[in-house]
């Protein structure tokens, strides 16, 4: 596999769920973002991973829990969302993190019952 | 704060019918201005990067320009294919982006 994979495409939650978003990125960078989608708004910043460490957090709310086992790897813990947090969430990959040439996932698209 | 403003918001060109798009900003220390093209169901695709006002970039029909306060993406005779949201976004001094809500371009054939 090449680039910057999401899984899953699609995913319906109710309220109370807990679901996980996954990503992978295949090029060899180093820095890992979350970004969020919403109709009729700007992408929006929610986590940067630089070498596995978080190194940004743009004031998300506790319900949404990153995770960054590797250089590689990317997860979004989700619990008891709300149905405003319905969006496209976006994963994306740099050479560094400094915001420079991202590469993006195709995105989750969520809708939260 | 930084702030990135894209007009038109939405743009229907004949194929073959020239025109630009528009990426306004304002911003602390402007380190680079980017350009992306998503396509619907997908992902935003890197197209280029601005440094410094004067620069020009060219990919195929696309070409993107910079001034001190705006860039411009030019589509040289549209193709359907060339249908997508173009997005801007504006890094600043200490290396925060900021996107706008892009240009959603459709080529009628």
């Known amino acids: 596999e090449t680039g910057v994979t999401q899984t899953p495409r699609h995913l319906v939650m109710g309220m109370t769920n807990k679901k996980s978003l996954k990503c992978e990125q295949h090029l060899g960078h180093n820095a890992m973002y979350w970004y969020k989608q919403s109709a009729k708004k700007p992408l929006e910043l929610m986590f940067v991973?630089?070498?596995?460490?978080?190194?940004e957090n743009n004031s998300v709310p506790s319900r949404f829990s990153p995770e960054c086992p590797n250089s590689s790897h990317l997860f979004l813990h989700l619990h008891t969302l709300q149905p405003e947090d319905s969006a496209l969430y976006l994963c994306?990959?740099?050479?560094?993190?400094?915001?420079?040439?991202?590469?993006f996932g195709s995105g989750t698209q969520l809708s939260v019952l | 704060e930084d702030q990135v403003t894209q007009s038109p918001e939405a743009l229907r060109l004949q194929e073959g019918e020239s025109s630009s798009l528009n990426c306004s900003y304002t911003?602390?220390?402007?380190?680079?201005l980017f350009w992306y093209r998503q396509d619907p169901g997908k992902g935003p695709e890197f197209l280029f990067t601005l440094y410094s006002a004067g620069e020009e970039k060219e990919k195929e029909r696309l070409k993107a320009t910079l001034t001190k306060k705006e860039s411009f993406l030019h589509i040289t005779a549209p193709k359907p294919e060339d249908s997508a949201t173009y997005l801007c976004?504006?890094?600043?001094?200490?290396?925060?982006?900021?996107f706008g809500k892009g240009n959603q371009v459709v080529v009628i054939p």
């Open positions: 994306a990959s740099s050479q560094q993190g400094t915001n420079e040439k991202l590469f």
């Open positions: 911003v602390s220390g402007l380190r680079g």
């Open positions: 991973y630089n070498f596995k460490e978080q190194t």
């Open positions: 976004a504006v890094q600043d001094g200490n290396n925060r982006l900021a």
